[in-house]
């Protein structure tokens, strides 16, 4: 007897969670990193994007199932972007170059705010998603009451 | 006088029932015993999960979180079957025979 299926939705709502959580880190280093003029790469920091890819289950994977089964979602990748850095003029500034120009980071911290708002608000959704989870299950129970 | 008279109108009653089928599949005690595994399992697998997050192993608090959330359904289903068992056997002992 498994469980496995009955816990399916959890394990789903579990990847959501995993996954917001590394879009809020993206976005935390974005933000920590928005004046940052030197990276081990050279040049300014350049701002970090998630990417989600489905997943599906093991049963689809091996060819038990014909259809899809959804099973979470996961981090694809973390892309760099490939925009410009902003060059700002500030000849005191020790990375200027000769005409005194410093290239910062293309990172509007206002938008990262959003994203952050975004990210946090899909994590509650999952959370919700895993609450009525819990409340169905224990619905259902009752019934045996 | 009135024992011997029924015994032998009972003995052949009870030989001829039918004996019980072999290979029939896993019994209810079988079923059972491996549900009780199962959410064994899920417990020892929880406190390995929160022992690990104390020892500042764990990744993140959601998977220490689900896999209390799937120990404590998984052990709430097995008292809800286990409350339902004693109910069901508790109605036959009140049964009139």
Do not use: C, W
């Not at chain 1, 938008?111 to 009525?132: G, Q, T, V």
């Amino acid at each position: 007897m498994s469980f496995d299926s009955v816990f399916s939705s959890l394990s789903v709502s579990g990847s959501g969670l995993g996954a917001e959580q590394a879009r809020m880190k993206a976005i935390a280093e974005n933000i920590a990193n928005a004046n940052t003029t030197r990276t081990p790469e050279g040049g300014p920091y350049r701002r970090q994007r998630v990417i989600f890819a489905s997943v599906l289950s093991s049963a689809m994977r091996s060819g038990l199932q014909r259809s899809p089964a959804p099973a979470g979602v996961r981090v694809a990748g973390v892309v760099r972007s490939t925009e410009p850095p902003i060059s700002i003029f500030d000849p005191d500034h020790p990375d200027a170059d000769k005409t005194g120009h410093v290239a910062v980071p293309n990172i509007s911290v206002p938008n990262e705010m959003i994203d952050m708002i975004a990210a946090a608000r899909s994590y509650e959704a999952n959370l919700a998603a895993i609450r009525n989870f819990k409340t169905m299950v224990s619905k259902a129970m009752s019934i045996l009451r | 006088m009135e024992i011997a008279r029924i015994a032998p109108a009972l003995t052949p009653k009870t030989a001829a029932m039918p004996a019980p089928p072999q290979n029939v599949g896993p019994g209810f005690r079988d079923i059972l015993g491996s549900a009780i595994d199962t959410v064994n399992d899920k417990q020892l697998a929880a406190q390995q999960v929160i022992a690990d997050f104390a020892a500042g192993k764990g990744d993140n608090v959601h998977d220490v979180m689900l896999a209390e959330v799937e120990a404590d359904i998984s052990f709430k289903m097995l008292a809800q079957t286990r409350n339902k068992l004693v109910e069901a056997y508790k109605e036959i002992m009140r049964m009139d025979v």
